[in-house]
């Protein structure tokens, strides 16, 4: 069974940075697809960035794109989410996501194993 845990929410200033980790645990990293979602009060859950298993392709959302950067370190099974010029919108629970899916898929459906998510609050 794949279990999933996420590290380094907490509160960020606007304009300032943060890194998420994930780890994963119970398989072959290396075997999945990694993304990042996020859910803010009263809205559904939206994709932020995802990395391939093994060639390095990721694929950001227009809301992050210029700002947040995925990468992942396949040795130590964690996946990053670096954040950088933060602003008030970011603030929601950020949920890492395994999938066996092929490149840096987008959709939720694409994943089969979620962790509890880190809250990240962006203020000034």
């Known amino acids: 069974q794949v279990h999933l845990v996420e590290s380094g929410g907490g509160l960020g200033q606007i304009g300032g940075s943060l890194r998420l980790s994930c780890i994963l645990s119970?398989?072959?990293?290396?075997?999945?697809?990694m993304g990042w979602f996020r859910q803010a009060p009263g809205k559904e859950r939206e994709f932020v960035a995802a990395i391939s298993r093994n060639d390095g392709t990721t694929y950001n959302s227009d809301s992050v794109k210029g700002r947040f950067i995925i990468s992942r370190e396949n040795a130590k099974n964690t996946v990053y989410l670096q954040m950088n010029a933060l602003l008030p919108e970011d603030t929601a629970v950020y949920y890492c996501?395994?999938?066996?899916?092929?490149?840096?898929?987008?959709?939720?459906?694409?994943?089969?194993?979620w962790g509890q998510g880190t809250q990240v609050t962006v203020s000034s």
């Open positions: 119970g398989r072959p990293f290396s075997r999945y697809a």
């Open positions: 996501a395994a999938g066996t899916g092929i490149g840096a898929p987008r959709r939720i459906s694409d994943y089969n194993y």
